[in-house]
């Protein structure tokens, strides 16, 4: 296993110049230092060196979507029927093509660790097995974060497409998620779509099914979901997930966009982490959340890429600050490391030794250029609010370099792969 020297590294306790990064034989850090003099033999990080980012939502099907849902404006419904036209189309054998191809895309972009929020289930662990394989032919640890997908909405039966996210009640999800096995690359969690899917009855069973491992859920991503769990049953959807204890340190909010007050106060008390996919939120039209609110409430900050309509785990760093600015007109809410702290929150997909150069963390590294017409002349401790995923020079997974310049180490040009199946 390599040693890695570093420019310049993200550190714990701030940026430091010419680091010294060992790597023992299973990809963990050994020692951090800072050295006059590079040793023999390791690899030379130029630039600034990040730990691995972390992709805390992601639907990999949904990139098949990309450039093809902008005709005639639309409305999140309607992107909603284009994806389950890509749903009913994929086989496990096509999942397993297009998923590899989008956790390279990840990888090139500086992503060591995915968590995947699925819900293609067929009724069995197929299309999740297919998926766990992509990630290790990518070199991108996994979180199957397997959703319970039981209606149609509230009141409503699956129908059509969504009769393949549906295993009928939440006893029988629990049964089908506890045959999954975990591996050294592969995480398994649970998640529950929405409250539109899980009906009120359903949501403690999912809630408590698995109670050592992380919980997901989209929550109060358009208004219309909040209009109809109050019409339904009086209660906001995050007061429906406290109801039924789904609230816990374990527990992620993805997207978090149209909260009350008090929806903001039971998040933070809890400790339930929120995951922002500015891109994606953008795209859609949903909204933008009160995410410094969340955070000041005690609420840990993930980011995620979602539908993918752009895999650029920086850009989704600084859409967060740029949302903030945009809603409340002030400049610098999240300053540069509280933006780092959410792109490599690894601990809010179960990896919790990750998304830090120190000590016995996987020896996750991203090296960013200084020099291209993006970041050169940038302060090295305000490259988030300027570099691109076209600045990521070389990703390192586990102590494995795994991508150079856009080009995966393994499976070569990312681009030909996305063309062969999107």
Known sequence: M??????????????????????????????????????????????????????????????????????????????????YRVAASLTPERYLVLARAVYAEMAVAGVTAVGE??????????????????????????????????????????????????DGTAERWAARVAELREDDNTRIGAAIHSVRAVPREELAVVAGAFPDRPLHVH???????????????????????????????????????HLSTKDISLLGAAGVGACFCPTTEADLADGIGPARELSDAGSPLSLGSDQHAVVDPLLEARG???????????????????????????AAIGWAGGGRIAVGAPADLVAVGLDSVRTAGSAPEQ????????????????????????????????????????
Request: charged letters at 20%.
């Open 219 to 257: 929550l109060s991503e358009q208004p219309a979901e909040n209009e109809q769990t109050l019409a339904a049953y009086g209660l906001t959807p995050t007061e429906l997930l406290h109801e039924a204890g789904a609230l816990t340190p374990r527990t992620t909010a993805v997207h978090a966009t």
């Open 117 to 166: 929020f699925h819900y293609l289930h067929d009724g069995g662990n197929e299309m999740g097995e297919a998926l766990r394989r992509a990630a290790a032919d990518a070199g991108v640890r996994i979180t199957l974060l397997d959703a319970c997908y039981l209606a149609g909405g509230i009141g409503r039966a699956v129908s059509g497409v969504q009769e393949r996210f549906s």
């Open 383 to 422: 490259v988030p609010l300027t570099a691109t995923a076209a600045d990521v020079r070389v990703v390192v997974s586990g102590g494995r370099v795994v991508a150079r310049d856009g080009v995966h180490e393994t499976l070569g040009d990312v681009g030909k792969l996305l063309k062969a199946v999107v």
């Open 320 to 346: 967060l600050e740029h949302g903030e600015r945009l809603r409340t007109g002030q400049r610098g809410r999240f300053a540069p490391a509280e933006l780092v702290d959410a792109l490599t929150n690894h």
């Open 2 to 83: 390599k040693n890695f020297w570093c420019e310049r590294a993200w550190l714990p306790d701030g940026v430091a110049a010419r680091v010294l990064v060992r790597v023992d034989r299973a990809g963990t850090i050994t020692e951090v230092s800072t050295v006059d003099t590079i040793p023999l033999g390791c690899e030379r990080l130029y630039g600034m060196v990040f730990p691995g980012f972390a992709n805390a939502h992601s639907h990999a099907f949904h990139r098949a979507l990309r450039g093809r849902t902008h005709g005639g404006g639309g409305t999140f419904w309607t992107w909603r029927d284009e994806m």
